[in-house]
């Protein structure tokens, strides 16, 4: 149980053009999902919470205009990198949270991997 | 505000060794803690968590983690490594105070040598 389902897997496209990357929690329900981005050989960097029905919260020094975050409904959170640049290039992760106390645990998908030409 | 550290960006051992990855965390209210698990170019599977209670948690494939209040750590192990054990590990915590967000330590690169 608890899968998180993250897509695309790999992204390869050129400067200047906008992904979306999908995340969906296919058999829990996910009223936060949360989105990492993670540079090689480092730690996750936790770039915003997503919220069901309401506004994401962002990190410090995270561009909210560029990293666009749209959580419609309680299995799926999208996170759309717009009009990206070769230092956006990335390996980006969600996660999502049971319905439940702040102590559950963090389901994760298998990231994306990003790489702007 | 909350940290984690992780003595040790990569460890090695040998297969059929004792695994041990250190994880300290610094707030004086301790947090949940939590062991999670990267296999290259995947995301991250929860090794195990503590909350409350045994202070002596099991985890899948073989790990625990034993919270030391008095130390501040929650030190991973397993008694005998295999070749699959191979990935990052990573030590997280989440503030009994302030919600949900994970915190993660920096990670510990484990190889196990045959």
Known sequence: GAVVSQHPSRVICKSGTSVKIECRSLDFQATTMFWYRQFPKQSLMLMATSNEGSKATYEQGVEKDKFLINHASLTLSTLTVTSAHPEDSSFYICSAREIGTGNQPQHFGDGTRLSIL | ?114
């Open chain 2, 1 to 114: 505000a909350q940290s984690v550290t992780q003595l040790g960006s990569h460890v090695s051992v040998s297969e059929g060794a004792l695994v041990l990855l250190r994880c300290n965390y610094s707030s004086s209210v301790p947090p949940y803690l939590f062991w999670y698990v990267q296999y290259p170019n995947q995301g991250l599977q929860l090794l195990l968590k503590y909350t409350t209670g045994a202070t002596l948690v099991k985890g899948i494939n073989g790990f625990e983690a034993e919270f030391k209040k008095s130390e501040t750590s929650f030190h991973l192990t397993k008694p005998s490594a295999h070749m699959s054990d191979a990935a990052e590990y990573f030590c997280a915590v989440i503030p009994k105070s302030s919600g949900d967000k994970l915190t993660f330590g920096t990670g510990t690169r484990l190889a196990v040598r045959p």
